[in-house]
């Protein structure tokens, strides 16, 4: 039965104002009722038959989310590793414009091939002891970030890339302070900075993707930390594609790497194994400056040795390149040539199973007496021993004096070369000398060959 309020006939003053008050009550009931059911929609993750305006951005399991940060947001409070799937297309204005916190083991993957996310330039930051997984997806103007938490400590997870497309107009696209990032697939860049920044408590690893920059930066900028390299492509239009500074240690055991300035060892170190493949077989190494190159397991790769600066008389003899104990710096010696490096060369010191650097000058001999030099000048090394001097023709009866510098100094085969500018040798062709009379009051000088 239905109760019509407005056909109840009420006709006293008293029951007119109670029939008031009733339905005053009615209608407020009413109005808190829609107030709470639109709370709990607000409070609630979109569901899939919930009507809605807004796009569905990302979905975990049956659960729906109009952004990204949603979407993680529930993930982290779960007691349980969650996987985030994208749903729409990136849209042509951010859909994300805060900094995301990845609290939880959380994988992402997309849709389909067109699904993914546009930020603006915030960053996404992983905290320790969980694991950001990316299979797949676009993700634009977005920095992976080991930003500070409210605890101001460094998110320091790990993020492992496996696929995905990455780029950036705002930032760079890794800035890496501390933890560990896994890259196994992927497209990245271009970006308006570097593309990865990775600093002295971060290690990046990296077995396979193709990484491009366009922009002003590097492709990658060390400023410490470990970089491991054992796969993918490297290019860098208008900069340095690969950077070592800082003490930083660069380990390149395959890959392609590109490029005008392919690597540019600064001040740190570069390790070398396998065959990697560098661009005219070009690497940048600033040895006079802190650079180092260490051969740590089979090269099959011939590499060419450049510098930014020529060495000065300061470095006449420093080391380059060592070996690791079961190579030969002699028998490597051959791979590596050092270019633009005006007098200085590369040598093997067996001795040190190093490949060092050295100044290089000619030494010039002369035989006072005019007879004639096998060779008149040879190249010795600053630092080393002046060797065999070359052979002499003199007269029967006669013999060759001692070499020696302008000063006199007696220099024979085993005298290091302490002069680091060319100069001259000089030795004499000698017999016997007599003094004899020469008439009642003078004497002559004659030389004889010896008996």
Avoid at 292 to 301: A, N, W
Wanted: aromatic share 10%; net charge positive.
């Amino acid at each position: 039965m239905k109760l019509n309020l407005n056909n109840l006939k009420i006709n006293n003053p008293f029951g007119k104002f109670l029939k008031n008050i009733f339905l005053g009550v009615v209608l407020l009931l009413i109005s808190f009722s829609g107030v709470m059911i639109s709370t709990n929609l607000i409070n609630k993750p979109v569901k899939e038959d919930t009507p809605v305006n807004a796009a569905i951005v990302a979905k975990i399991g049956s659960q729906s989310f109009d952004t990204f940060k949603a979407a993680v947001d529930y993930a982290n409070a779960q007691s349980t590793s969650q996987i985030i799937e994208l749903q729409t297309a990136p849209t042509s204005t951010a859909s994300d414009t805060e900094n995301i916190i990845i609290a939880n083991d959380i994988s992402i993957t997309a849709n389909s091939s067109t699904c993914g996310i546009r930020f603006n330039g915030n960053t996404i930051g992983v905290l320790p002891g969980c694991t950001l997984t990316i299979n797949s997806g676009y993700f634009y103007d977005c920095q992976f970030s080991s930003v500070y938490n409210s605890n101001n400590t460094y998110c320091s997870g790990t993020i492992n890339i496996k696929g995905g497309t990455f780029s950036s107009t705002k930032t760079g696209m890794v800035k890496l302070y501390a933890g560990n990032m896994t890259i196994s697939g992927g497209t990245f860049g271009p970006a308006s900075s570097h593309l990865f920044d990775i600093y002295q408590d971060a290690e990046l690893t990296i077995s396979d993707g193709a990484f491009t920059n366009s922009g002003g930066g590097k492709t990658i900028n060390t400023w410490g930390g470990k970089v491991n390299i054992n796969g993918g492509t490297f290019d860098c239009l208008n900069n340095d594609t690969i950077k070592v500074d800082n003490n930083a240690i660069l380990s390149i055991n395959g890959g392609t790497i590109n490029g005008t300035n392919p690597v540019w060892v600064a001040n740190g170190q570069l390790k070398l194994k396998g065959s990697p493949s560098f661009k005219n077989s070009l690497v940048y190494a600033e040895f006079s400056g802190g650079a180092r190159i260490d051969v740590v397991g089979s090269l099959t790769s011939n590499i060419k040795i450049s510098s930014y600066t020529t060495p000065n008389d300061t470095y006449i003899d420093k080391t380059a390149i060592t070996f690791d104990s079961s190579l030969s710096s002699s028998s490597y010696l051959s791979k590596f040539t050092l270019q633009n490096g005006g007098n200085f060369k590369f040598y093997a010191d067996s001795s040190t199973n190093t490949i060092k650097f050295a100044k290089h000058i000619t030494i010039s001999y002369k035989v006072l007496g005019g007879e004639s030099v096998t060779s008149t000048t040879r190249e010795v090394r600053v630092g080393g021993v002046y060797g065999n001097a070359p052979s002499v023709t003199v007269p029967n009866g006669y013999y060759l004096t001692n070499w020696t510098d302008a000063l006199g100094n007696e220099i024979t085969s085993t005298t290091k070369v302490a002069v680091a500018e060319d100069h001259t040798l000089y030795a004499l062709v000698a017999g016997v000398v007599k003094f004899e009379r020469l008439g009642r009051d003078k004497k002559k000088v004659s030389v004889y060959e010896v008996k």
